[in-house]
């Protein structure tokens, strides 16, 4: 079955801090992974994808990383803002064959930015 | 701008009743899908369309339907809401393998 697996479940960290997410999923066959940010009382936005042969991406102070022959990512953020605070969503797509794919969410991370 | 918009934004209801959940997105997108997000979980997909007249169900599709007639709009109904179909409800849409979702801002709705 396919999972993703998200740590930790929720994290506190002072503003201007560093922190990392971490994802680790066993979905098959492998297509790419996305994280998403999503605020309260709001829908998911992406903020980055990852395909098998991407090592890092960047979107500005967001930085993931991609280690397909572990199955693990990491959400790197840097410099973090009041307005980071938000739940991060790592999802991996597997294709399925047929033209249709599918998608296995993490339960997220909650991050909380104080001042 | 292109969009995706749920409306409406909250809802209560009674157990028994047929509801109704609307999405609408102006991105011509041929895929769009259901999900609904409850504490503890990630997000499940309810039901998804990767085209007019297509439907297809998902992981959690009891209790649920959904109809494409055309490439906007893809309604969710309750047929008889239970309060386990208590949950925030996500429609998404998307242009197709490898792009990502735009999600809508949610439907909060509570069966009482």
């Known amino acids: 079955k396919n999972q993703v697996e998200q740590s930790p479940q929720s994290l506190i960290i002072l503003e201007g801090k560093n922190c990392t997410l971490q994802?680790?999923?066993?979905?098959?066959?492998?297509?790419?992974l996305r994280w998403y940010k999503q605020d309260t009382g709001r829908g998911p936005v992406s903020l980055t994808i990852m395909t098998f042969s991407e090592n890092t991406k960047s979107n500005g102070r967001y930085t993931a990383t991609l280690d397909a022959d572990t199955k693990q990512s990491s959400l790197h953020i840097t410099a973090s803002q009041l307005s980071d605070s938000a739940s991060y969503i790592c999802v991996v797509s597997a294709y399925s064959g047929a033209g249709s794919y599918q998608l296995t969410f993490g339960k997220g991370t909650k991050l909380s930015v104080i001042p | 701008d292109a969009e995706i918009t749920q409306s409406p934004r909250h809802k209560i209801t009674e157990t028994g009743r047929q509801v109704t959940l609307a999405c609408h997105q102006t991105w011509n997108h041929n895929n769009m899908f259901w999900y609904r997000q409850d504490l503890g979980h990630g997000l499940r997909l309810i039901h998804y369309s990767y085209g007019v007249q297509d439907t297809n169900k998902g992981e959690v599709s009891d209790g649920y339907s959904v109809s494409r007639s055309n490439t906007e709009d893809l309604p969710l109904t309750l047929e008889s809401a239970a309060s386990s179909q208590t949950s925030v409800y996500f429609c998404?849409?998307?242009?197709?393998f490898g792009h990502g979702y735009t999600f809508g801002s949610g439907t909060r709705l509570t069966v009482v």
């Open positions: 994802c680790n999923y066993t979905v098959s066959p492998f297509s790419n």
């Open positions: 998404a849409s998307s242009s197709g």
